[in-house]
């Protein structure tokens, strides 16, 4: 799908919209123009742009829903945009607007809420969804049935029943292009792993709806950061999102690119130490965040950069000739001093 996506900004009603514009690149908007690859003051990076940034969605509510806590974000087979709330509400927002056009409550199989941190969907629409809290991998039809859910390695499940600590589990979830490869990452490091290393589980589909588990790989995080979120790009790497947050100072928030190829398969390997005859995934930085133009933001607590906040949605709503258009969300946690953020980003593999 070409998409070419941009970010307007709207009034403070949800009634009044921003519109996230697909279109060409002359569109220019109030908080940053859309052409941000002739404008060099909205560089992040050499090969990362800030094109826009809406708040219109900050502390706002649908059909008595609050909207916000977006911990992740996918693109329908509609075209219209899957919103991920980690209080178990997952929204389809209007790509051109953002505007909430329904929302649907999930539960798992007891009716209990999840605490909901990825999101990917399928040729046929239904919702893959990680929760953090198990964790788990379930598929949802459209109106929040569950259809299934998928095998969990033990390892990572949450002490004592595996080695995972509790809020360190499944917090990014992406399918590869074809649809036939799954991968969820988690946050934080296994109990006996050296701090720092984390786990990335895949798993292969199995005719049309059965996934069975695959590889699992080793990926280093930054000292003090945990992966939120990951997207599988057009040629088969990965987007992975790093965040972490320091009280006095803000957010850090930085975006990587990574490669699964020649990676070492750690299903097997009980403790990762990054001993040389383990092949953690290659990365490459492509943006710190913290380097983006502010293009007019602020912020509510103290920010290294006005625009940061605490980021952890993000998917791929476009790619034309390796330049990617992306859309990042933030998790306000319905907290007074964060905000409910919307950003536009051109990237270049």
């Not at 070409?2 to 919209?17: E, N, Q, Y």
């Not at 329908?76 to 919103?83: F, N």
């Not at 039809?141 to 990572?156: C, E, N, Q």
């Amino acid at each position: 799908m070409r998409l070419r996506t941009v970010l307007t900004t709207v009034t403070a009603t949800l009634a009044a919209t921003t519109s996230l514009v697909v279109a060409g690149p002359a569109n220019a908007h109030a908080h940053g123009s859309a052409n941000a690859n002739s404008r060099p003051d909205h560089a992040c990076s050499p090969t990362v742009s800030l094109s826009s940034f809406s708040d219109a969605l900050d502390k706002t509510t649908y059909n008595g829903t609050y909207v916000g806590n977006f911990s992740a974000l996918a693109v329908d087979r509609d075209g219209k945009l899957a919103a991920l709330s980690d209080r178990s509400s997952l929204f389809t927002l209007d790509p051109k607007t953002l505007a909430p056009r329904s929302v649907v409550a999930l539960a798992d199989e007891g009716g209990a809420a999840l605490d909901s941190e990825g999101l990917a969907v399928e040729r046929d629409g239904t919702r893959l969804v990680a929760s953090e809290g198990e964790p788990t991998v379930r598929r949802y039809g459209r109106d929040g049935a569950i259809l299934g859910r998928l095998p969990v390695p033990d390892d990572l499940r949450v002490a004592p029943a595996g080695r995972a600590a509790s809020n360190q589990t499944f917090e990014a979830l992406t399918l590869f292009p074809g649809g036939r490869t799954l991968l969820a990452g988690m946050e934080g490091s296994l109990s006996g792993d050296t701090p720092g290393i984390v786990r990335f589980q895949t798993w292969h589909r199995h005719g049309s709806k059965d996934f069975r588990l695959a590889a699992q790989y080793g990926y280093r995080t930054d000292t003090g950061l945990g992966v939120v979120e990951t997207a599988a790009t057009p040629d088969g790497r990965l987007l992975v999102l790093e965040r972490g947050f320091t009280s006095g100072v803000g957010n850090t928030v930085r975006l990587y690119a990574a490669d699964l190829r020649r990676a070492t398969d750690t299903s097997g390997i009980e403790t990762l130490t990054g001993q040389n005859d383990v092949r953690l995934i290659k990365k490459t930085l492509l943006a710190d965040l913290v380097n983006c133009p502010t293009l007019g933001a602020t912020a509510k607590q103290p920010q290294p950069n006005p625009l940061l906040d605490n980021i952890e949605a993000m998917t791929i709503t476009g790619h034309h000739h390796g330049r990617l258009s992306v859309l990042l969300a933030s998790d306000d946690n319905q907290n007074a001093v964060q905000t409910t953020r919307f950003y536009a980003l051109r990237v270049r593999l």
